[in-house]
């Protein structure tokens, strides 16, 4: 399957499935649901999830596991719109426009938006203790300490407690690199690592993904650094140019466009070394790769 | 042991655990890091954790599954920090202080609060996972799903929805018992039960303690609606009358004070009654009843 079909029919497969297991309305809570939904149903691009679910393809076909793997996928599209529904808070980075849509905080008020949030993360974590699933109960919790570490205080929160603190000042490329790895880059390689551990990665396999995941979540990130500063509102549905308005630091700020491009590449390169041990049944992931730094072109 | 004297000693355990487990600044998420710990160690009661223990003690003497239900109660009282943290932000409750401090936004900036709400949250998860724990993995699923339940969408964060959007809105009491049950009960609750799971209860005790958990919850909630309408700032270590100002419903808004004190002490005898079944051993769960209680006089 070529990857922009993969990447369709598996979006589709998590748009069905977050359906499937996303609250809805009771007639108790609605203003919160529907803030959770407003914003989990934005027309997400699904990347998260496919990473996850790719990466258990290369490993397994067990129909079983990967269906299991599914509600694992979903919890962390609601731990990833969580972010995006507090990033874009006024405290944070204010910004009025994602997805080609009014922010959270804009539609539902700043306190909803707040805790539509909190909703998503904490559902993001029932989802993941679902008794419905079948996978195995190590893994599961280890897939949910995974993802509770990437999406935490050293992970995910304290990247962007970073990011915040580095407005308007001088940060150092280091500095840079740090953000970046603990803001983005840790729970996109847990979406790979979480696909491993469910469809029962060898601890060789599970190495080479993890390496695939810290390489892509690089690439994804420069990419997006990239877009920022050379794409325009429109064709981002976010507001473009913000990381110069709010004065933050960026692959571009430091290296201009065309040393950034190459290594975006150099990053997607890292990353389909990492699969060669995993033979052909890797070729999703390394397509990816490559499809990620199409976005820049 | 006596009730005063058994709470100091579950506090002080509590207390060693949540320095033990909690991270510490290092060198890279400094500010973040401190931002959590400024409110999980600021002098909190930790009711909830010491309900947990209490609850696994009346079913077991293990002290192998007492000792790792100690992270379960932990991570339950990050979870409580969280909610602190983010109920008193500008856009909620907007409160400066909180136990006789400023409270987190105003010593740390509105950011860098929600920030340090979303790691406490998250970290409970990790917790919740620790892979140290030798609690059986069925046991700690069900303890992470019940508290994902209780602390998610239509519990805690949910009860938070609707009490904001009560405010200032006239409010019948069927909805003011709604919002009591999922903002402060479910966790209450839900602390028990995850006490009970721990420790191995059967079904009936399950039940029991289930009970107990629900109309502790509400005694809970009615002492606090009491103290906000009858104490002072210096008491209360937080700003008292709070309810009036926001225009909240509350017990003593709905029935005046004396009537509230009956509905408190109706709470805490429905709360003893469930524990008839479990016999001595439930001692301190019955004086821990009676001990909210007299908060109140």
Redesign the interface.
Known sequence: MKIKEYLLVKKQLVEDALHRFM?ES?G??D???E??RYSLFAGGKRVRPILCLAAAEAITDNPRLLNDLILVSCAIECIHT?SLI?DD?P??DNDELRRGRPTNHIVH????A??A???L???A??L????KSDLP??N???I??L???A????GM??G???D??GENNDISFEQLQ?IHK?KTGALIRCSVQAGAIGAGATDEEFTCLSEYGTSIGLAFQIVDDLLDATSTTELLGKTAGVDQQLGKATYPSFFGVEKTRDLALNAVDNAKQALIPLGNKAKQLTDLADYIYLRTC
């Open positions: 609250l009771d108790t809570f203003d919160h649901i803030a959770m969580y507090h808070l405290a944070m008020g700043e306190a909803e707040i805790l949030g909190d909703g993360l904490t559902f974590f029932e993941l203790s679902n008794p109960q190590l599961r919790l280890q949910i300490n993802i509770a570490q999406a935490g205080p050293k929160v304290g962007q407690s970073l915040i603190a740090r603990s």
